[in-house]
């Protein structure tokens, strides 16, 4: 990584930037933030290839290192200043990568429904994975009432 920073310019920028590894992606290698500086890289892809780790890891930085040098005036995530980076690095400018073979994402358990919304007034109810508090019924709300909804737990 400090090879890249250093070819981009922007050598101290190690220091200042925290990579995460995430058990929570699963429909994405990597994912940047580049005003707050952090990279967060699928967890699972401690098991791949070493070089496709140093591949996604080189790109999201690229984002990082686009912004700082570009004062947060880019246009497009994947535009021209990331794109030269990327070249730069010595990797081709590719926006989506594709899983190796073998290495899955983990599954996602399905989250349950745990709460009802009930409208006291027309009986309109909505299931959630969690409580709603700022829900309110449409048809009520229209209707000139203040559309509130109870929530209840349901199960456990």
């Known amino acids: 990584m400090n090879r890249w920073l250093a070819l981009w310019g922007v050598p101290d920028l190690a220091e200042k930037s925290t990579i995460e590894w995430s058990r929570r992606m699963t429909s994405s290698l990597g994912r940047s933030h580049p005003q707050t500086r952090?990279?967060?890289?699928a967890a699972y892809l401690k098991q791949a290839d070493p070089a496709l780790v140093e591949e996604v890891l080189c790109h999201e930085m690229a984002h990082v290192a686009a912004y700082a040098i570009h004062g947060g005036r880019i246009r497009r995530p994947h535009g021209p200043e990331?794109?030269?980076?990327?070249q730069t690095a010595g990797y081709p400018p590719k926006v989506r990568m594709a899983v190796p073979p073998g290495l899955a994402p983990p599954k996602r358990k399905r989250t349950r429904r745990a709460y009802l919304h009930l409208c006291l007034l027309c009986k309109m109810t909505r299931l959630a994975?969690?409580?709603m508090r700022r829900w309110r019924c449409a048809r009520c709300r229209?209707?000139?009432f203040d559309g509130k909804l109870r929530i209840a737990k349901l199960g456990s």
């Open 129 to 131: 994975g969690r409580a």
């Open 82 to 86: 990331w794109r030269q980076l990327m």
């Open 142 to 144: 229209r209707n000139g």
């Open 38 to 41: 952090l990279v967060r890289v």
